[in-house]
Structures are given as structure tokens and as C-alpha cells.
């Protein structure tokens, strides 16, 4: 398997703008989770599905994030609009289970947003 | 806050010496979780340490749980360039998704 899959690697938008960060999970897990890392607050957890229905959302900072999971090999992470402190790495993780499971981690997306 | 803490933030040692981190949280835990992060890459994970184990190895690494005192560490032996990068605890309270610190950073001079 190739591992989890992201693109794009980098994004430089303007303020205003929307932005589409893309995730396919390694085949065969049950979950998949998006993360936002900054110096200041760390690692965040965004959101994360169980068979593509989301199950904790709680994390989206605000109405301008949403994900969504169609079906089990893609998902997307959508900020509309973006603002400069969007600015971050976004990543996408996937696990066979929840708890006492690795998660296996995406490349990421560095997002810049001028 | 929920995070673990991970102690120190940064730390720097020569190539050959042993590193020490730290984790520390304060509710109940059923799995603790260390993960690697080289600069600009994703997490990846090293070792899964249960809450009824008090200690596991893995190659050069060695981790311990003290579930009454909350903490946990990773010792890295022997330590090489190659070991630099962030390392980052990650706890579970059953069926709950991964809690992450926010990481140590590790220097090794060649």
C-alpha cells in the first residue's frame, strides 16, 4: 500500500479564497481523522470519520472549515473562506480502529494564506 | 488541558548518548502512544505502551509507564544524526481518539 495519500503537498492562496485539501486513507481502515499543526497550539484534531460518517467535529475551529468522506478512499477538507491565520500544515491520518491503534499519518498540506 | 506534555520542549545531545523524554497527563489512560516527526513529514509511529504494562522495548527504544504517577518515557540509546527530529506522546481514554503532546524536540550532534 502506498500509504495515506495527500494533496496538494503546498498551498499558497489569497485571503478570501477557497481551499480544497484532499486525503485517501490506506485501504481497508475504518477511520480517518484531519489534524492542523502550528508552532503555537501543536497538534490539533479537526475532525474524524467511522466508515465515512463524520464522528467528532468538535475540533473545526469555525463554520468556514468542513470535511467530508463520500465514500472510503477519498476525503476533503474544505475552508471557505480562507483567512491568514488558516495558515498551518494540515494532515490526514487513517487507522484500522480507534483506540490502541496506530494511525498512520499523510505527508501533509503546508497552507499559506497571504 | 487534555494534552499530554511532553518535558522537555527541546533537548540536544551529542551522537552516542542516551535521550530521555517525558510525558505527563491528567486523566485515565488505556494505551499510551509515541510517534516521529522529521521536519516537514507526517507522524510516524514507534511504540504502543497498555496501561496494565509498565514498560516495552523496541530495537533502541525503551518506554515506561508509571500509570500512578501519569507519566511516561522514551529513552532512545545510543542515539545517531539520523534520531533528530520531534517526538510526540499520544494517550487514549478507551474509545476515544488519540490526545497528542506537543512534542520534544530532539537534536543529535554528529
Known amino acids: 500500500d502506498a500509504g495515506v495519500i495527500q494533496s496538494p503537498r503546498h498551498e499558497v492562496t489569497e485571503m478570501g479564497q477557497e481551499v480544497t485539501l484532499r486525503c485517501k486513507p490506506i485501504?481497508?481502515?475504518?477511520?480517518l481523522f484531519w489534524y492542523r499543526q502550528t508552532m503555537m497550539r501543536g497538534l490539533e484534531l479537526l475532525i474524524y470519520f467511522n466508515n465515512n460518517v463524520p464522528i467528532d467535529d468538535s475540533g473545526m475551529p469555525e463554520d468556514r472549515f468542513s470535511a467530508k468522506m463520500p465514500n472510503a478512499s477519498f476525503s476533503t477538507l474544505k475552508i471557505q473562506p480562507s483567512e491568514p491565520r488558516d495558515s498551518a500544515v494540515y494532515f490526514c491520518?487513517?487507522?484500522?480502529?480507534?483506540?490502541?491503534?496506530?494511525?498512520?499519518f499523510g505527508p501533509g498540506t503546508r497552507l499559506t494564506v497571504l | 488541558s487534555q494534552q499530554g506534555e511532553e518535558d522537555p520542549q527541546a533537548l540536544s545531545i551529542q551522537e552516542g548518548e542516551n535521550a530521555t523524554m517525558n510525558c505527563s497527563y491528567k486523566?485515565?489512560?488505556?494505551?499510551l502512544q509515541w510517534y516521529r516527526q522529521n521536519s516537514g513529514r507526517g507522524l510516524v509511529h514507534l511504540i504502543l505502551i497498555r496501561s496494565n504494562e509498565r514498560e516495552k522495548h523496541s530495537g533502541r527504544l525503551r518506554v515506561t509507564l508509571d500509570t500512578s504517577k501519569k507519566s511516561s518515557s522514551l529513552l532512545i540509546t545510543a542515539s545517531r544524526a539520523a534520531d533528530t527530529a520531534s517526538y510526540f506522546c499520544a494517550r487514549d481514554s478507551g474509545n476515544t481518539p488519540l490526545v497528542f503532546g506537543k512534542g520534544t524536540r530532539l537534536s543529535v550532534i554528529a
Open positions: 486523566t485515565s489512560i488505556n494505551n
Open positions: 485501504s481497508g481502515h475504518d477511520y
Open positions: 491520518a487513517s487507522s484500522l480502529g480507534l483506540a490502541g491503534d496506530t494511525q498512520y
